[in-house]
């Protein structure tokens, strides 16, 4: 077959492979795996590549020369390119019983530069652009800046009417335009925020196998055992930063979705980006599908996982730990791992066990917590005392209700300097079982045993509202409605100005709604969610409720982490992080009942956040970049990712 054209020959930019010459000749396999060496004049690599050919765009005034090496064979199996056009497609050339290799050269030009989200500029391609990377004519000749773009595709996003087809708008433009969809997405944070993750980004993992389009990160199987290593080395990026991992368990509040829970990772990670400025190719979103136990997922024919009951005990914990020495491995000491959605039972363990070794995070514990903490210390400034003033109760004893109590209790400790089991004493945690007690302490989980009360029984959350008296009310059950009238009202009986937070996610799983917290509460209640609920009018006043989204905290504490090369995250460095969401709460906004700052600023939010933790990593001898710039806050804005075109020469 001839290759009468490629874009090699004018590009100095293809996908890391140097300049070829006009003496290359291109010469392919189309029968086994290969790898693939780009030649010079005199026979020698320039370097290995993997290629594939689909487009060969442009005229070649010499052939081009590609030596393919089948790795099973060792030895170099190749084929001259030239001949008909009809011979461009190998699988033509072959019978029903013969393998095909599937072939493209990928190259930063030409109709593929258009088909390339990372460089792909739709119509912002210059006059100049488009002639010398041979797009001429591929394209309307109409060129629009980059805002004007921004402005239709808000337009046409706003035409859709159902969130899950608006999610689906927006990852399809990320697929073919990541810029535009960073930028779309940092200007319109607000608007954007649920649609790309929670509440919408549940919605999207139950229907996951029914919208997926194409691979959007890595997924590794417990069939996949002893080949991990091999299976992070066919993404493509190397210079990995962070990686989001979830095995799906327990996805927000929906339980288990099994290797549906991708959706989980993606969004976690656009955020990353988006909030906290860590470049999209220096995220790395991973599923590890171990099984489900979702009987409607098993029986579903559009499930795109493995039909098999979860795996547990010692083959968990052996895939789990190969992936953790394999990351470690491939991307070095200083990537961060987030834990995301794992069950209770695994999250504490995993995290308990790598902190000593690995940079590792758990966001529904440790994200939360910090995040909630934030909310607290702002919510200070309107009821007045300090944290160890007052008495707080939870509904939940997961992941997120022990993680934010924890918090709260290193908080205590640090401000008063009394031992931390004392600031423990001030935190009550109810789960399904009612108030927990010295009574129930050998049936209950390992991590449930330090919140241990000298308190007589309570079953009913109602009761233990009235025996406690809190001042505080958080709700992490996953479990809507709970948050009855009667429980806020009595919250509302004792206190001026009752702390309710309703956590859980996605909204349907809220414990109470904006607007039941400030109605039952006749208005004094000082509220936030975890996802978001619009205005509240009552008896004439507008009442706009916090938020309290982990995506104020996490983007900010992984480019600190980055920043600094911290090798270990410190609970000092959560609470660093609480300190500085706090401090950017103003004083306009506590006016407004507000706890949390709008994300309008959320770039600005977590560049201090970043410089805060840094700061802290310095201080604990954590970091290992050096010397630690005198302007963190300064450093951790030009350290973040513009989603700005770029010119290309």
Known sequence: MSIK???????????????????????????????????????????SVGVSVDNVVKEVNGPIVVEVVDRKLKQQSSVVVEGSSDD??????????????????SVASGYSLLRNPRHNKGLAFTENERD?????????PGVVKQDLQVKKTMNDLRQYEVPLHKYQAMMALQERNERLFYKLLIENVEELLPIVYTPTVGEACQKYGSIFKRPQGLFITIEDKGKILEILNNWPEKDIQVIVVTDGERILGLGDLGCQGMGIPVGKLSLYTALGGIRPSACLPITIDVGTNNEKLLNDEFYIGLRQKRATGQEYAELMNEFMSAVKQNYGEKVLIQFEDFANHNA????????????VFNDDIQGTASVVLAGLISALKLVGGSLADHRFLFLGAGEAGTGIAELIALEISKQTRAPLEEARKKIYLVDSKGLIVKSRLNSLQHFKKPWVQEHQPV??????VKAIRPTVLIGSSGVGQTFTKEVVETMSSFNKKPIILALSNPTSKSE???????TWSEGRAIFASGSPFGPVEYNGKVYVSGQSNNAYIFPGLGLGLIISGAIRVHDDMLLAASEALAAQVTLEHIEKGLIYPPFTNIRKISAHIAAKVAAKAYELDLASRFPQPENLIAYAESCMYSPNYQKYR
């Open 459 to 464: 079953t009913d959350l109602l009761d233990a």
């Open 5 to 47: 054209g490629t874009t090699f020959m004018n590009n100095n930019s293809v996908s890391g492979v140097s300049r070829m010459m006009q003496s290359q000749s291109l010469r392919v396999s189309g029968r086994y795996p290969m790898v693939v060496s780009m030649m010079n004049r005199n026979g020698r690599p320039e370097t």
């Open 88 to 105: 461009m497609y190998i699988e033509d050339m072959s019978t029903k019983d013969e393998y095909v290799t599937p072939l493209s050269i």
């Open 132 to 140: 010398a990377h041979y797009i001429r004519g591929l394209l309307p």
């Open 512 to 518: 109470c709604t904006a607007e039941q917290a400030y």
């Open 348 to 359: 504490f363990d995993l995290l308990a066990k790598y902190s000593p070794t690995h940079l």
